[in-house]
């Protein structure tokens, strides 16, 4: 049983930073690629990042490159967006996937066969 727990989320002022981390249970973490997606009230869930299983390649949303930084620690389990430069439209709930099928790196929810429950992200101006 795969189970995604995020964490760090919280209320921080536009240009503030702030640091998620998702903690993954499983034996085969390291073949899993792990993703970050956010939804927005009112929107539909969007790609933030993927992160490959050895960390090699790296994608990000135009709208977070150069802000928001995706990491992983196989040996820990655990994925981390380190976010910078937060603006409001970064408000949403961030959620962290597991593509445990990875071939490329996918932007595509689809893709992801294991979700967390969410962790909230407000950014006030």
């Known amino acids: 049983q795969v189970q995604l727990v995020e964490s760090g989320g919280g209320l921080v002022q536009a240009g503030d930073s702030l640091r998620l981390s998702c903690a993954a249970s499983?034996?085969?973490?390291?073949?899993?690629?792990m993703g970050w997606f956010r939804q927005a009230p009112g929107k539909e869930r969007e790609f933030v990042a993927v992160?490959?299983?050895?960390?090699?390649?790296?994608d990000y949303a135009d709208s977070v490159k150069g802000r928001f930084t995706i990491s992983r620690d196989n040996a820990k389990n655990t994925v981390n967006l380190q976010m910078s430069s937060l603006k409001s439209a970064d408000t949403a709930v961030y959620y962290c996937?597991?593509?445990?099928?990875?071939?490329?790196?996918?932007?595509?929810?689809?893709?992801?066969?294991?979700w967390g429950r969410g962790t909230q992200v407000t950014v006030s101006s």
């Open positions: 996937a597991a593509d445990n099928n990875w071939v490329t790196n996918s932007r595509r929810l689809g893709s992801y066969e294991y």
């Open positions: 499983g034996r085969t973490f390291s073949t899993w690629a």
């Open positions: 992160i490959s299983p050895r960390g090699s390649r790296i």
